[in-house]
């Protein structure tokens, strides 16, 4: 039910779905809706006992919807992946999230992209560093700033569970020697993302720091950064 131009007024037709048992998942990206339609969303959903994949990205939740999120996720007990991503979400809303992240126990997936977290982030930790299933968290354009990356490297040597992190399209440059504690002691991460980040040769030498002792990442992506055509003399170099 993506891109129908629903918005709030129309989501009485979607009444129907809340009862549906056989409901897996449930994409309601982009349709107009404001904190009143998500709220009423999240009403409805909130007797389906089935849905385990929720997309409400690129609406506008503003405070009231965002509180309503956070409350559907305090009730309910199926949901494994949530995207938020483009919803206009900062601190503030970060804030009213968070509370029904950590009463969660099985969301695995969460989307974050396009959102202007930054210090949201000192909230968004919380969950980050007690998620026991947390596999897959995306972070792109997220306008995090130095201490809010700190926070979240900090979060992350807890992560025990996060076999993916996508982190591109951040300001993390001066905060690049936090990913050594996190990644060189990690032993779930299989893919790391840190595309467009303003990398340049230093940072990416922390990465290779990392690297020495990581036995678990196989896939490292990092394009479109600022890497010199210098011959690498780091570790990994040879």
């Not at 309503?68 to 919803?87: E, K, M, P, R, Y």
């Not at 695995?108 to 909230?123: A, C, K, Q, R, V």
Request: negative net charge.
């Amino acid at each position: 039910l993506f891109s129908n131009c629903i918005q709030d007024s129309g989501t009485t037709m979607l009444k129907p779905l809340a009862l549906n048992t056989s409901l897996f998942s449930l994409s309601l990206k982009s349709n107009y809706f404001t904190g009143k339609g998500i709220e009423s969303i999240c009403e409805m959903l909130s007797v389906n006992t089935n849905l385990c994949r929720l997309n409400i990205s690129s609406n506008h939740l503003g405070l009231q919807g965002a509180g309503a999120v956070g409350q559907f996720l305090v009730t309910n007990s199926s949901l494994g992946g949530l995207d938020i991503g483009c919803c206009k979400v900062g601190e503030a809303e970060m804030e009213l999230l968070v509370p029904g992240l950590l009463v969660h126990e099985r969301l695995s997936e969460l989307i974050l992209t396009s959102n202007p977290i930054d210090m949201g982030m000192l909230h968004l930790a919380q969950w980050i560093s007690t998620a026991p299933h947390l596999t897959i968290l995306n972070l792109t354009c997220c306008q995090l700033s130095h201490l809010a990356m700190e926070c979240l490297w900090a979060s992350l040597q807890t992560a025990t569970a996060l076999t993916s992190l996508t982190l591109d399209k951040n300001g993390v440059t001066s905060s690049m020697a936090g990913i050594i504690p996190f990644l060189s002691e990690n032993a779930s991460l299989t893919h790391l993302s840190l595309g467009m980040c303003g990398l340049g040769d230093d940072s990416v030498a922390h990465i290779g720091t990392a690297l020495m002792t990581n036995t678990t990442l196989t896939s490292l992506s990092i394009p479109q950064n600022e890497l010199t055509s210098q011959p690498w003399t780091g570790p990994l170099g040879n």
